[in-house]
């Protein structure tokens, strides 16, 4: 098995060409936004465009969340592919998630720009960017249950054999993710700290909360999420090691349930301690 690769920034058409980059270069396996897909079939894998943040489907589409890499693995060893051509948005990303997934050294990367013309890619970003239309290569049957919902129509893709005859390279499917719903988005470290103070807010046990301080960890220009530091004043009687661990897990989860944002690290100063009269 090996492995080639196609790369270009996100929304410039790598989805769209997919099928018929791997037909030229006769690979029976695609790997794109954390899906294996082989002969138009979702084989293993969860789609990045199914994740409800930006921030999530970018960790979802490079298999670091928890059992993803697992099962696309193990999919790869059943199936065992002739050759997987990965997509990815740089040449980092598409060797990260080869390293992640045990995958063969890349044996050739393609750039989507020299493939595709800048007029073909400037099409590709405003579907993406301002339509909100996101491809995925499989047929829409296959997709359905995996997207209920969120599939806007098929499109198909053909290729020429000859000048006289034309053959179905394979269907493809257009999907709005639910991310896309809303264009940007942005989330204020205040709001950040809103959550963290109205979490900890029992005056039991939190006489005062205060220094809250918010890093966002950065990685190749990729969110991998925020760091959280701030201090409190505890009421005396409690045993602080389970009282600190308990409001980093209660902090972690509002603010990715509420947020979508990976909580990387919680970290907590106790400055005093007040004994209640």
Known sequence: MDVIALVGPSGT??????????????????????????????????SAKRETSKIMAVRRAIFILPGHADEVKAAIRKEKPHRILVLGTSENMVHKICNILGLPPIAKIINIADIA?????????????????????????ELKPHFSGYLIDPIQSFFKKSRTKRRKLGEKSIVRPVFSYYGRLIIDDSTISSI??????????????????????????????????????????????????????????????????????????????????
Do not use: W
């Open 13 to 46: 058409g790598k989805s769209h060409r997919a099928l018929i980059v791997a037909h030229e270069n006769k690979a029976d396996a695609i790997i794109d936004d954390g899906i294996l897909i082989k002969d138009g079939k979702i084989i293993a894998g969860h």
């Open 117 to 141: 013309t800048r007029v073909e890619m400037q099409k590709a970003y405003k579907c993406r960017m301002k339509e909100g239309k996101h491809i995925i290569p499989v047929p829409t049957i």
């Open 196 to 277: 963290i103070l109205q979490v900890c807010s029992d005056k039991k046990i939190v006489d005062k909360l205060f220094g809250v301080r918010i890093s966002h960890v950065l990685k190749d220009n990729e969110d991998q999420g925020i760091c959280i530091s701030f201090k409190v004043v505890l009421c005396y009687g409690k045993h602080i090691p389970t009282l600190l661990h308990d409001m980093q897990d209660k902090v972690k989860k509002a603010i990715e349930y509420m947020t979508g944002m990976v909580v990387q690290r919680i970290d907590i100063t106790v400055k005093a301690l007040r004994v209640l009269v």
